[in-house]
């Protein structure tokens, strides 16, 4: 049987790089959900849709086919056939991912692929309802998080290291803005579940976080 560990929190908290090199290190699949919702959003910014008209979003669904392939455990990720991997990651995309994320129809379109690849393989999954709605029999829960500034900066950095245009105070209110939207949402809200462990990975740099992370989930599982 498959072993699954949600880990969920608010964006730029460092899920995505931590969960990526602890399932390197347990020899896990990662599967990275935001990227599906970003793959949703991404074909209606490229249509000229605004991805807040839920009927127009919804009606594009039936044109989409994403897909999820792993190379090495790294996730790419495909639509109609393109890799879209590196488009996803723009500021425009992740707010595009958090409206449609919001819905119900495009997360139902998107719940049977996160569903079956956890049903079939060891993995760490990482998201906003991972824990609460997706997978709410994971066999570890984790709610990774920090402050909004440390996750502000930290995207400040990396745009920064990738050659790109950033303004720190842009970057603090996108993710302000981005938290109350996916904490405010009538469907599958950013919560914390019940049963998940909190870690807040503030002042860690990556290798640590991720042997922190790496030592909780092996005490979980033995238990």
Do not use: W
């Not at 995309?93 to 379109?109: D, H, L, T, Y």
């Not at 999954?125 to 930290?154: C, H, Q, W, Y």
């Not at 991720?210 to 989930?217: N, P, Q, S, T, W």
Request: with cysteine; net charge negative.
């Amino acid at each position: 049987m498959a072993i699954n560990i949600a880990i969920d929190g608010p964006a730029g908290a460092g899920k995505s790089s931590t969960a990526k090199l602890v399932a390197k290190k347990l020899g896990y699949i990662y599967v990275d959900t935001g990227a599906l919702y970003r793959t949703v959003g991404l074909y209606s910014i490229r249509k000229g849709i605004d991805t807040k008209d839920a009927e127009k979003v919804i009606a594009t669904l039936p044109d989409i086919k994403v897909e999820l392939k792993f190379v090495d455990g790294a996730q790419h990720v495909f639509l109609n056939g393109e890799d879209v991997s590196e488009d996803i990651r723009t500021p425009e995309a992740s707010m595009g991912a958090s409206n449609v994320s919001a819905i119900p129809k495009v997360r139902e379109f998107l719940f049977d692929l996160q569903r079956s690849i956890a049903a079939e393989n060891n993995c760490i999954m990482d998201g906003r309802d991972i824990g609460t709605v997706v997978l709410p029999n994971a066999d570890v829960k984790i709610f990774l998080t920090t402050s909004v500034e440390e996750r502000a900066n930290r995207r400040y950095k990396e745009m920064l290291e990738k050659g790109e245009e950033a303004d720190y105070n842009d970057i603090l209110e996108d993710i302000k803005k981005r938290d109350y939207q996916d904490s405010h949402r009538e469907v599958a809200p950013l919560k914390q579940a019940d049963d998940a462990i909190y870690v807040d990975n503030g002042g860690y740099n990556l290798e640590d976080g991720a042997e922190d992370l790496l030592r909780i989930i092996k005490e979980h599982l033995k238990r």
